[in-house]
């Protein structure tokens, strides 16, 4: 059993008075020293109770505790200093070991898109704990593992509270390629507007009917009758495309204008989601952001919020007919491609209703009809027998 | 007989020892504190009285039945009555 051992002092004039009176007593007294006519003992916590009650001359008084519960007094002393010591080393390793920045530094979006989720699979995201070093290493290998065609390197460097992730894209060059054998064909019927190739043979001229599916430029090149060399046709074919579009167009439509009311909001974004701090007081309102705060991943903004009404209009028939083809166009527009144009357009048929009016428009669009289409060597074999 | 007497040697250790050092004196199983002062301690024990003299004689540690005497030691006598 621990003792608890304490350290008392009393106003002593004559020692050896005192010390023939404490014989008596039958204490254990690990220390005695006398100073300046105070004693001061060294005795059991148990026996001051003996030494208060048979020397009542004495006033003796604790003056410390020793062993484990004089530091069990200094902690109590000094609790408050000693959590927050704690509760601030804590919060500096948590700190410390935070995330608050992942940076995937590599030029191409979708090599980014598919890091950012692996990481967040692996849990490497904002405000989680860092990992490891060798639980790093093993998820880099597990994703490079993963994405064999598309990631050649890829590293982890943690500086402090931010991830820095470095790839390096892998880039197969289809050495097969220069081998392959192939035709252009025409995936629309069409007249032929343009053409412009690099490699093959032409078949077709400008202004010839071609339907879908013939060959325009061959990969194989003929001389005098014979085939002399195989090669994968290259270059544009253009050809004239024509189009139906039908479309309805009421007479009323709505437009939002600014009332000119204004309203302040707080927004705070992480990770590119914005949450606004205080309630919303505009059913329709437009927005513009200031930014007043930017720590690591978190932005403050304060967002201005101008009112806008929704106010009913009316076409004229003019307008309305304007209207429904430029939506014709917008509608055909959509299926075209970098390189392809509307050439004219043209109202095949109208009708006024009594809230709408429905037009047939006709548009002319020039468009690239050519698509490689790879031949086997069999095939070709095939065809020259 | 021989075992007997080591047992209770060992289980009530009724010997007395006296340490004698520099400035220190050591006496273990003591009975009694008969006379203390700064030039002289009588401390009694089973079979004779310890007389020790000297200056500046001090008490530095006393347990039930044994005392560590601190100061310049010049004498120490046996006495058997």
């Known amino acids: 059993m621990n003792k608890k051992i304490i350290w008392v002092k009393s106003k002593c004039n004559d020692y050896y008075k005192f010390i023939k009176k404490l014989q008596y007593l039958n204490l254990s007294i690990m220390d005695i020293k006398y100073i300046n006519k105070i004693v001061y003992l060294k005795i059991e916590e148990k026996d001051l109770e003996k030494l208060e009650k048979y020397l009542v001359s004495y006033k003796f008084k604790k003056i410390k505790d020793l062993g484990i519960y004089n530091l069990i007094d200094k902690l109590k002393l000094n609790k408050i200093f000693l959590i927050c010591l704690i509760f601030g080393i804590i919060l500096f390793i948590i700190c410390s070991n935070l995330v608050v920045k992942i940076n995937i530094i590599h030029e191409n979006k979708e090599i980014r898109e598919i890091i950012a989720d692996e990481l967040n699979e692996y849990g490497i995201k904002v405000l989680s704990l860092k990992k490891s070093y060798k639980e790093l290493d093993k998820i880099r290998q597990e994703i490079l593992d993963k994405y064999p065609d598309k ?16 790839v390096e894209e892998r880039i197969i060059t289809d050495t097969t390629k220069k081998d392959k054998v192939c035709d252009l064909v025409a995936t629309k019927s069409g007249i032929i507007n343009d053409i412009l190739v690099s490699e093959g043979d032409i078949l077709v001229n400008i ?143 109208k009708t006024v209703n009594d809230s709408t009016m429905d037009i047939e428009v006709f548009i002319i669009v020039k468009e690239l009809i050519s698509t490689q289409k790879e031949i086997t060597i069999e095939n070709i074999e095939e065809g020259i027998e | 007989m021989h075992i007997k007497e080591s047992l209770i040697n060992f289980l009530y250790d009724k010997d007395y020892f006296i340490n004698i050092f520099e400035n220190y004196i050591h006496v273990f199983n003591f009975r009694e504190l008969k006379s203390l002062s700064s030039k002289k301690i009588i401390l009694k024990l089973d079979t004779f009285t310890l007389d020790i003299e000297g200056n500046d004689l001090f008490i530095t540690k006393m347990l039930p039945n044994e005392v560590l005497i601190k100061g310049s030691i010049s004498k120490v006598g046996f006495i058997y009555e």
């Open chain 1, 151 to 166: 990631l050649d390197w890829m590293e982890f460097d943690v500086d402090g509270m931010i991830v820095n992730v470095r």
């Open chain 1, 207 to 349: 202004n010839d009917y071609v339907r879908e599916g013939d060959t325009l430029v061959s990969g194989i090149i003929t001389y005098n009758e014979e085939n002399k060399r195989y090669t994968c046709a290259n270059g544009r074919v253009f050809a004239t495309v024509w189009y139906t579009a039908n479309v309805s167009i009421p007479f009323e439509y709505s437009e939002y204008i600014e009332t000119g009311e204004k309203k302040y909001n707080f927004v705070w974004e992480n990770a590119g989601n914005k949450k606004r701090i205080l309630k919303d007081r505009f059913t329709s309102y437009n927005s513009s952001y200031k930014n007043l705060l930017s720590i690591f991943d978190f932005e403050f903004y304060v967002e201005t919020q101008k009112e806008t009404k929704k106010i009913i209009k009316t076409y004229t028939e003019e307008e309305a007919l304007e209207e429904g083809i430029k939506k014709a166009i917008e509608s055909i527009e959509v299926k075209l491609g970098e390189f392809d144009e509307i050439i004219d357009q043209k109202v095949l048929k």
